[in-house]
């Protein structure tokens, strides 16, 4: 459970620190120009975290299959029993 809960960690905080950060700069820009415009602030964010999926998507999978590899590792010793 541990694993997965840091795998699922490693895969989502590149995604989330880029909305994050791409958010915040078009909410200070909006607060600038007092545009409220709700595309404005969707668009970037959706292509910033697509370009992220897009760099990291690869070791994100690695990190799926290994995470993976040792879950069905672990079945033959639950399943052996005692």
Request: glycine residues 4%; proline residues 5%; hydrophobic residues 65%.
């Amino acid at each position: 459970m541990h694993d997965a809960l840091t795998t699922t960690a490693l895969i989502a905080l590149p995604m989330l620190a880029v909305a994050a950060v791409v958010g915040t700069a078009i909410a200070v820009l909006q607060a600038a120009t007092q545009v409220q415009e709700q595309t404005l602030t969707l668009l970037p964010k959706i292509v910033a975290v697509g370009l992220t999926v897009a760099l990291f998507g690869s070791a994100a999978m690695h990190l799926l299959a290994a995470l993976f590899d040792r879950a069905l590792a672990a079945i033959a010793p639950l399943a052996a029993g005692p």
